[in-house]
T-cell receptor, first 108, second 115 residues
């Protein structure tokens, strides 16, 4: 079992829909990252959080430390949001442990 | 302030050749991390370096792979005698400090293809 599990693996939505991507982890962590990767492209850090909730534009990330769970929400989704979203956690060391990613496709 | 820079962006090597991947961290960052993304797989940690020191190399293959981060110049990930299974995207990240509150910023990656 992976230390970091994401769901769903693939997600298709219509433009304007509210999107939720989930991340569960099995180890104690000091921080959790949400990353975005476009096809053939680099990796952009969206959020780093260790408690509570953060918001940036149409993106919201929440984390529940007790339940070892985080969610990434996208409001009013747009085709340009189509990408792979990756959850990564930092445990007792500096290295990040990654989920396998959620491939999001938003259709116009 | 330029972000993390990696070069080359694409690298093609024949089996048995050497591959050198370079990473220049963000200005003021002295911590560098290398990650590998194999085709259709998730990202995996390889090595963590701080200027002139390897701090954690628990994700590095035991043979043919080495990394350095000299006092001057970029961090280098070196793969000797490449094989087809080394074909992957290699990402570098950097941070200013270590610890929970310090975010890692990623470079654009180097896509290595071994023929």
């Amino acid at each position: 079992k992976n230390e970091v599990e994401q769901s769903p693996q693939n997600l298709t939505a219509q433009e304007g829909e509210f999107i939720t991507i989930n991340c569960s982890y099995s180890v104690g962590i000091s921080a959790l990252h949400w990353l975005q990767q476009h096809p053939g492209g680099g990796i952009v850090s969206l959020f780093m959080l260790s408690s509570g909730k953060k918001k940036h534009g149409r993106l919201i990330a929440t984390i529940n430390i007790q339940e070892k769970h985080s969610s990434l929400h996208i409001t009013a989704s747009h085709p340009r949001d189509s990408a792979v979203y990756i959850c990564a956690v930092k445990g007792g060391s500096e290295k990040l442990v990654f989920g396998k990613g959620t491939k999001l496709t938003v259709n116009p | 302030n330029a972000g993390v820079m990696q070069n080359p962006r694409h690298l093609v090597r024949r089996r048995g050749q050497e591959a050198r991947l370079r990473c220049s961290p963000m200005k003021g960052h002295s911590h560098v991390y290398w990650y590998r993304q194999l085709p259709e797989e998730g990202l995996k940690f390889m090595v963590y370096l701080q200027k002139e020191n390897i701090i954690d190399e628990s994700g590095m293959p035991k043979e043919r792979f080495s990394a350095e981060f000299p006092k001057e110049g970029p961090s280098i990930l070196r793969i000797q005698q490449v094989v087809r299974g080394d074909s992957a995207a290699y990402f570098c990240a950097s941070s200013a400090l270590a610890g929970a509150g310090n975010e890692q910023f990623f470079g654009p990656g180097t896509r290595l293809t071994v023929l």
